[in-house]
């Protein structure tokens, strides 16, 4: 391949200049300043934040404990998604590949982003093409496109024929003239409707954000209608606004927001999904952000790619199936081509097979390597059982006509059709003829067929054992390939997918929506499908109700990836499906998606635990603000007193809880079985406040100080209940957590220093006997609530 010169310095200073450069878009998510503003910029973050500096300002600063859970919230936020970023970026460096090309007619190294428009690459085997580029002189070269297109074959590339970015070279050389570069490379195209970054769909950011949304509706009457009580409580506006009374009816406004906002639950949900993607990330999972931990749980339908995900993309010896009357000595002329220091993968994965002999002892005295040209590898042996010439290659072109009569090349072709790849080994006892051009050699006359070499896909050891798993959850598994379609039927069969299976060539699919959908219901395998044609099945299962979860490591599965509910890739794949990807497998197990779903199970199930806790608060708060405004009644709590009931029966107690083995199937409707329990518990732990404060304040006359504590007091046991009743079953752990709380309960009671600082009086017995009383009560009603709803 020499004669070639390239361009020259001058020319590629030219075309730096106009900028016609490789280089791409940043394909590792979305920027720093992206995330923070993703993370800081919520609805929630804007309430909580508000009434945090609205206390700051009004110099109560005790009452401003809850603003940690706007820090730490959002710093959970950005720290995930960042670290998952710098490790993508990290794994892109690792990866990125060098490009080789001549100039001024000298091979050398530079950057992909360093090649430039006309460039004359040159080939190698087991190096990226890094930018589109024409063939202009080769050497039996071969591309592998499995990234590209899902074909795990590799295939010719003669002169003239294009070569495409994110392609590898299997065999051969050749100099090839690069013809586009950067964002108008087939890669960079078929990726750029990825790069648009979008959310995982989350069940539970959806119902808290639901919530958060509906209370913030309510926030700005609410909060008029309990400022208004309690200016009217102490005189009426002007005397308010006169005295500075004002203020402490703010501090109280303030309290009551805070109370209904369920901020501990978005943060406990934060820390439960933080600490599933640090428990993956043991397993090797990187997320990318925090609610993809949940994602696989809701998943009912698991596309996945054939190469790289079921397959290693890589070919093993499957059978072999002599003729009868073989001559002696087969056996070991084929392990000869198996061991052949020349072999192609092909030959090398038959050598890495049970042959049953060793390789011919004597060397042959003539050989011809295997080209994508002749299709077909030969040796001569002078002597010896294996005397004579033999032939390896596809059996329409070794046998030709002379095959038919036997039926071997039916055979060949009928078993290719089912999935297998196959070769014929051929003998004949003749020499190889002279040829006019070497490239071109001649087979030998009288070549008889001998046995037929079976190959198949290795299938990766984990592969059935996953797809078991996934059936035995109820998650359909649908095997989407670029591949033949017989080729991705044979390894659906190996890897025991479920169903009646047919291998359906996806050239004969319709693009409506609704006939593709219709077909995706009854059919799990397909092959032949284009990167557009994965898109179309993600979405036209998604138009059926179905939470999908797509996984590839390919350019062609970008698209799918993108679209997918869940996208999931490997790490051993192109840059660009892992940064589309929500979570992706470092090790390229697909043996880890069970783990990821017994994750994202647990996670589901505990925040829907401390979710009853925390919503069950909003209810309460709700209706306390409201009663206690329309009432004109002070409104009996501090915001500090607030943040104390709330970690003793509800924060602390949810750390723990949050972070419990639970790992139930997944079933839809998060928030209608929240709200079951929450509201009619919710409604009770109100009514006992309300009626201990009634009874305090208008029946008993007593002062303001030991009105909020029998307040405190009836709230923090009514609330503990709610805790009990959650807890179960009991054991260690749940039945330490409630004593616990309770233990808690009384320290802050008996020590001083805590009363003072909560400003909690020491009430008249009568009033600690109401405030328990109702508590009681309420407590039973709350176990009558439970065991209704449970039943």
């Known amino acids: 391949m020499s004669g070639w010169h390239g361009l020259s310095t001058a020319d590629v200073l ?45 110099g109560a600063w005790q009452d401003a404990l809850f603003g940690v859970f706007v820090v730490a919230n959002t710093l959970i936020g950005v720290v995930q998604e960042f670290t998952a970023r710098r490790t993508l970026m990290r794994l892109a460096v690792l990866n990125a590949p060098r490009a080789l090309v001549r100039r001024d007619g000298v091979d050398t190294e530079c950057a992909v982003a360093a090649v430039v428009l006309d460039d004359l690459l040159v080939l190698r085997p087991g ?23 899902g074909e795990a074959v590799p295939v010719p590339a003669p002169i003239g024929r294009e070569v495409l970015s994110g392609s590898t070279i299997a065999a051969g050389a050749g100099l090839a003239r690069v013809i586009r570069v950067g964002a108008d490379s087939y890669a960079a195209r078929i990726t750029s409707e990825a790069r648009q970054f979008s959310l995982v769909d989350s069940e539970l950011r959806r119902s808290i954000g639901r919530v958060i949304r509906w209370i913030s509706i309510g926030l700005v009457p609410i909060a008029a209608i309990v400022l208004n009580g309690q200016l009217q409580a102490v005189g009426g506006w002007s005397a308010a606004l006169s005295s500075g009374a004002w203020r402490e009816a703010t501090v109280a406004a303030v309290a009551s927001i805070i109370a209904m906002v369920p901020a501990g639950l978005v ?24 609610a993809a931990v949940e994602g696989l749980a809701r998943v009912d339908v698991l596309c996945v790619d054939k190469t790289g995900t079921l397959t290693e993309g890589l070919f093993t010896l499957d059978r072999l199936e002599p003729v009868d009357g073989a001559p002696d000595g087969w056996q070991r002329a084929l392990a000869w081509f198996g061991r052949d220091p020349a072999a192609n993968a092909t030959a090398l994965a038959i050598g890495a097979g049970d042959l049953g002999a060793t390789a011919a002892g004597a060397p042959p005295d003539a050989t011809v390597p295997f080209s994508s040209r002749h299709k077909w590898s030969g040796a001569h042996f002078p002597d010896g059982s294996v005397r004579g010439s033999w032939i390896l290659g596809g059996a329409d072109v070794v046998l030709g006509g002379a095959g038919r009569g036997d039926g071997m090349v039916a055979r060949a072709a009928a078993t290719a059709a089912s999935g297998g ?58 095997i989407i390939s670029g591949d033949d379609p017989g080729t991705v039927l044979a390894v659906a069969r190996e890897v025991r997918l479920p169903g009646e299976l047919n291998g359906v060539d996806a050239r004969t699919l ?26 179309a099945m993600v979405l036209a299962l998604q138009s059926l109700g179905h939470t999908v979860a797509m996984t590839g490591d390919g350019i062609n599965d970008t698209l799918a990836l993108k679209h997918a509910d869940l996208g999931i890739a490997m790490g051993s794949g192109a840059p660009a499906a892992r940064a589309v990807a929500n979570l992706v497998l470092l090790d390229g197990a697909f043996s880890g998606l069970p783990g990821v779903v017994a994750e994202g199970r647990q996670v589901i199930a505990n925040v829907e635990r401390v979710a009853k806790l925390f919503l069950s608060k909003t209810v309460y708060a709700v209706l306390l603000a409201l009663v206690f405004g329309a009432l004109l009644w002070p409104f009996p709590f501090l915001p500090r007193q607030l943040s104390v009931v709330d970690g003793l029966t509800i924060g602390l107690p949810a750390l723990v809880l949050a972070l419990l083995p639970n790992a139930p199937r997944y079933r839809s409707g998060f928030l209608p079985r929240v709200a079951r329990l929450c509201v009619p518990s ?35 046991l009514s609330a503990m209940w709610v805790l009990v009743v959650l807890a179960r079953p009991f054991t260690r752990i749940t039945a330490g957590i409630v004593v616990g709380a309770y233990g808690g309960f009384l320290l802050i009671l008996s020590l001083p220093a805590a009363r003072t600082f909560l400003e909690l009086a020491v009430p008249s017995p009568e009033l600690v006997f109401v405030a328990v009383g109702v508590s009681v009560v309420a407590s039973l009603v709350l176990e009558v609530v439970h065991r209704s709803i449970r039943s």
């Open 267 to 290: 943060f406990m949900t934060s820390v439960a999904l933080a600490v599933g993607a640090a428990r993956l990330a043991r397993r090797r999972v990187l997320l990318h952000e925090l």
């Open 127 to 149: 190096e990226q093409v890094p930018a589109d580029a024409e063939v202009v002189d080769c050497r039996e070269l071969e591309v592998d496109e499995s990234l590209l297109t």
């Open 682 to 716: 919710g409604a009770v732990v109100a009514l006992a406040v309300i009626g201990a404060v009634a009874y305090a304040h208008a029946g008993a006359g007593a002062p303001f100080d030991e009105v909020r504590t029998t307040a405190v007091i009836a709230l923090t």
């Open 510 to 535: 319709p693009t409506e929506r609704d006939a593709l959908a219709d077909i995706l219901g009854t059919e799990s395998v397909f092959g032949r499908v284009t990167p557009d044609q994965k898109k």
């Open 421 to 478: 790849r196959t070769l014929v080994l051929a003998h004949s006892p003749r020499p190889f003829p002279p040829s006019a051009d070497a490239k071109q050699p001649v087979l030998p006359d009288g070549l008889r067929p001998v046995a037929l070499v079976v190959l198949r896909e290795r299938v990766r050891a984990d592969a059935a054992e996953t797809i078991r798993y996934f059936g035995e959850q109820g998650v359909r598994v649908i």
């Open 14 to 58: 030219d075309r730096r200049a106009r900028g016609l450069v490789n280089t791409r878009p940043d394909t590792t998510g979305r920027s720093f300043v992206r995330i923070l503003q993703a993370n800081v910029l919520t609805l929630f973050n804007a309430v909580v934040g508000g009434c945090f500096l609205a206390l700051l300002l009004l």
